[in-house]
């Protein structure tokens, strides 16, 4: 994933739950530890639900070749 689109998620964030964990409002604002700790975040939760995704892609196609 890359840093244009974790910044645009990041930042869409409600304000109040980055306020309670004690993250600034915008991406930018992060320090170096709090951006690896988002960057893995995202990294580790988007991967698997696109490879998820992409299964049931190559399973769709699957099916309409026997249709």
Known sequence: MNLT???MLYD????HIKENIGFPHTYLLLTNEQESFIMSMFEKEVNPIKKELLDCIEEMKGLVDEI
């Open 12 to 15: 869409n964030i409600p304000y």
């Open 5 to 7: 689109k974790i910044e």
